[in-house]
């Protein structure tokens, strides 16, 4: 008897449920991806061999820039429920006897950028129209001995997170004194321990045996 033959047919992949999931999740990225904010001022970091990485959250990052100019920055903790940035704000405007609105506070809590603005200059600081406008308050955070505000920044950031960890990002040019007088600001408030940021420099591995020739 002869054999029956069994059709070939080449298989047929649909990949319009492949596209569609593609399309999804790309859509959900983009609408739930925050941009990274941007740096008041250019800091260029020196370099080191250290691979240890900066945390993810519960950081306070005192920046130093090129111009003597000092910035600061801290995060909502890792969980946006505890609202750390505005109560922190909110800390510093009992001290200087300034009420912040809760659109105000609602506005510092979800612009995760640096600042260095002068206390007093906050209220016009946060009703800036644009970059540009708010970029005329970033003077730098007073860090004298008659009105040392960033000692009240880290002050009132470990009040109300204990938890938070320090960083100090510092631009390679920066003079010895001026990053002395931020470490001895993290001191004084029992800030003893911190991390610097930095650049991964390259290490090139040598032979020894070609180190002997």
């Keep these: ?16 449920p492949m596209v569609d999931l593609f399309s999804l999740l790309l859509t959900f990225f983009m609408l739930t991806a925050t941009m990274r ?8 970091v020196p370099f080191s061999i250290s691979e240890k990485k900066t945390p993810d959250a519960n950081i306070m990052t005192v920046t130093i820039a090129s111009d003597n100019r000092v910035f600061f920055n801290v995060d909502n903790g890792p969980d946006t429920i505890l609202h750390f940035r505005p109560k922190i704000l909110e800390e510093m405007g009992k001290r200087y006897n300034i009420v912040f609105t809760p659109e105000e506070l609602r506005y510092f809590e979800k612009n995760s950028a640096p600042f260095g603005v ?27 001995s008659t009105d040392n505000q960033m000692a009240l920044w880290v002050l009132f950031s470990r009040e109300v997170n204990p938890s938070v960890n320090a960083l100090i990002k510092g631009d390679g040019s920066v003079e010895y004194p001026l990053v002395k007088k931020v470490l001895d600001i993290l001191q004084d408030k029992n800030v003893n321990r911190f991390s610097l940021i930095t650049s991964l420099e390259k290490v090139e591995v040598v032979d020894t045996k070609d180190a002997k020739k």
């Design 118 to 144: 002068n206390i007093k200059d906050f209220k016009a600081y946060l009703a800036a129209k644009d970059s540009k406008e708010r970029d005329r308050f970033q003077k730098g955070i007073p860090i004298d």
């Design 1 to 16: 008897m002869p054999k029956i033959k069994i059709p070939h047919k080449s298989p047929h992949v649909d990949m319009t």
């Design 37 to 44: 904010p941007a740096e008041p001022a250019k800091v260029d």
